[in-house]
Each structure stands twice: as C-alpha cells, then as structure tokens.
C-alpha cells in the first residue's frame, strides 16, 4: 500500500529513529525539535521550524498556532517528549491537517519508548480551509 508522501515520510521516520538513538529520552521538546531540523536538512530537505499557521472559519481568521516542522512545504511533524501518545495528541495533529493545505501529519514522541503516528487529511474534506486563490 502507498500513501500519500510515502516516500518523505519514510525519510522523516528514518531521522526520528536516528535523533531517538543519538539522544534518548528525557530532554525538552526544542531540543528535538533543533536536532530533527539539523537531521532532516542533513538529508536534504526543506525544514520550518516553528512555521506559523493561521487557522479560519468561515474565511476569517480565528486563531494562529505554531508547527513544531513543516517538512518540503508537505508535512506537518509535532514533536511530543511525554511518556506516551495521548489522544489529545492525535487530536492536535488531526485538528492542524483540518486547518491546513498539508495532508499528511506525522507525530512522534521522543518517550521512554520512541513512538509516531501517521495521519492524512485529504483537502477536499475541509470546507474552512482558505485557499490563497481568493
């Protein structure tokens, strides 16, 4: 089975495990967040850290957030350093894909134990969505 950015995903994947391995478990968030970035452009890719998001409804603005990474302008990467995934955590990156043009979202804990989650959210289901054609 393929999904959508498979391939950039794959490489994102391959640096969480190569910062989880060089760094372990118990530092802050910004500091996976810095190592990721410096990983991730080691393989050549376009990394924005802590880009800025505007979230709409009904085409006005509501709210501003800031993504931990936006990787090649396609995926949303939210780092987490909790003991474990929560729901919550889902939820936040659901709710970015929602109010975003990306797609595809990746979540990933530098826990006790390294975990991430992969998740998509097709355009065509986001009627608050305001594109830049307006």
Sequence with gaps: MTYKHMELTQIILGAFFDVYNALGYGFL??????AMAIELRHHGLYVEPQKLIQVYY????IGEYFADLVVNNLVIVEL???????????????????ATPYEVGLLLNFGPKPEYLRRAYDNTRKPNLKMDAD
Excluded: P
């Design 29 to 34: 968030e910004k500091v996976y967040e810095n």
């Design 58 to 61: 009904r085409r006005e603005l």
């Design 80 to 98: 987490k350093a909790a003991k474990k995934l929560a729901d919550e955590h889902e939820a936040q990156l659901l709710n970015y894909l929602k």
